[in-house]
């Protein structure tokens, strides 16, 4: 029990308060414009992936790559780069993580080649993995107690309105201008996440917040407790999404689309 209250002490320390808590719910907002964005990008390459592949001459499973190696890359990158940037700014943090994921998508926009592609599709999965959960941290720590839940309430919601909204528009802005044209909106999306971060988020927002080792946070993973929870959230995720990309080819063989 007490290795257990040991390895839990330091994510319990990160989400403590910091001196510079903030009544207003503005900064929240602004780290939302980067989840949305991220969210938009994560869900919308589903319904175009034949798109992608008639141009590119392939079958969908194979371009359908292009989801797995996104997202395992982002499961393994996440802990790793944010142990990696533990010593810098948390908002120097979010810039940066934004400003590569804005490039992953202005070079998706015009990659030529399919490989070029899943280039950028690896950089804007490196980007995510270090933006999302920092934003998260950051937005429960600088808002005040009584608006920590809200905050996070809105930078998590910026994924929820990314699959109500950003999906069904970069579906349609990808069948009327091409594939192409999404991974430049939603670049530019980013760029306005930036603008919003850089503006909307103080400098030294978040200055002293502790980040979990990788020993640390594998010690928390061993717990049997953890375990059961994180394998409930595996397999929802499995059963939810392991069809996703696919959804749009048999809507198309049914004559729903």
């Not at 207003?24 to 589903?46: N, R, V």
Request: charged share 10%; net charge positive; with cysteine.
């Amino acid at each position: 029990m007490s290795h257990d209250c040991r390895a839990a002490a330091p994510l319990a320390a990160a989400t403590a308060g910091t001196p510079d808590r903030d009544n207003s719910l503005a900064p929240a907002l602004f780290l939302a414009l980067g989840t949305f964005a991220i969210g938009t990008e994560g869900f919308m390459i589903a319904p175009l992936l034949s798109t992608m592949a008639a141009d590119f001459r392939m079958t969908v499973p194979y371009v359908a790559l292009l989801v797995v190696v996104f997202t395992l890359t982002m499961a393994v990158s996440s802990p790793i780069a944010t142990v990696l940037t533990a010593r810098l700014r948390r908002r120097s943090v979010l810039l940066g993580a934004m400003t590569i994921f804005a490039a992953g998508n202005l070079l998706a926009a015009w990659s030529p080649s399919f490989g070029l592609l899943m280039a950028a599709r690896v950089m804007m999965a490196v980007a995510s993995g270090l933006y999302i959960p920092n934003a998260n941290a950051l937005a429960g720590v600088i808002a005040s107690a009584d608006r920590r839940g809200r905050a996070l309430a809105i930078v998590s919601g910026g994924m929820t309105l990314a699959i109500a909204l950003g999906l069904p528009l970069g579906g349609l802005v990808g069948h009327v201008f091409g594939w192409r044209s999404t991974f430049l909106a939603v670049g530019l999306m980013s760029l306005v996440a930036i603008m919003g971060v850089f503006a909307g988020v103080a400098k030294n927002a978040g200055t002293g917040i502790p980040v979990a080792t990788l020993t640390q946070r594998l010690a928390v993973v061993r717990q049997p407790a953890i375990l059961r929870f994180l394998s409930v959230s595996l397999f929802w995720s499995i059963g939810g999404y392991a069809a996703y990309p696919y959804v749009q080819r048999s809507s198309v063989r049914c004559g729903w689309n």
